[in-house]
């Protein structure tokens, strides 16, 4: 009986285990670079709302840019249209929000 106990108590603690260091599926970053062909930035210049074109695909894809730094580098005209970015990012709430938003020349 002592050994069924310790077993079944041992499969518990694993399974918990198991649950608790798992990742959810939706939090996988994902890595592209693309060609800026349009951006918007909002009202209080605080997002902007980036379609870049992935060079693998061709296909257009919206990114979100929150980054202090990275959207004032959009207001001061260092990241334009037409420039080859390196992004990754997550989908968040159904919105690809960019965790990395850089030039692929440098700056």
């Known amino acids: 009986m002592k050994k069924f106990v310790s077993v079944v108590a041992m ?3 694993v399974a918990v285990s198991l649950v608790s260091f798992s990742t959810p599926a939706s939090a996988e970053e994902i890595k592209m670079v693309g060609v800026i062909t349009k951006f918007e930035v909002s009202a209080d210049k605080k997002v902007v709302t980036a379609t870049l ?3 693998k695909s ?3 894809i919206v990114i979100t840019v929150t980054d202090d730094m990275t959207v004032e580098k959009f207001g001061d005209k260092r990241i334009v249209v037409g420039d080859e970015v390196r992004v990754k990012y997550n989908v968040t ?3 690809n929000v960019a965790r ?3 030039k692929t020349a440098g700056c």
Do not use: I
Request: aromatic share 6%.
């Open 11 to 13: 499969l518990v603690l």
């Open 53 to 55: 074109k992935d060079t």
């Open 58 to 60: 061709a296909a257009l």
């Open 93 to 95: 709430d159904g919105k």
């Open 100 to 102: 990395l938003f850089k």
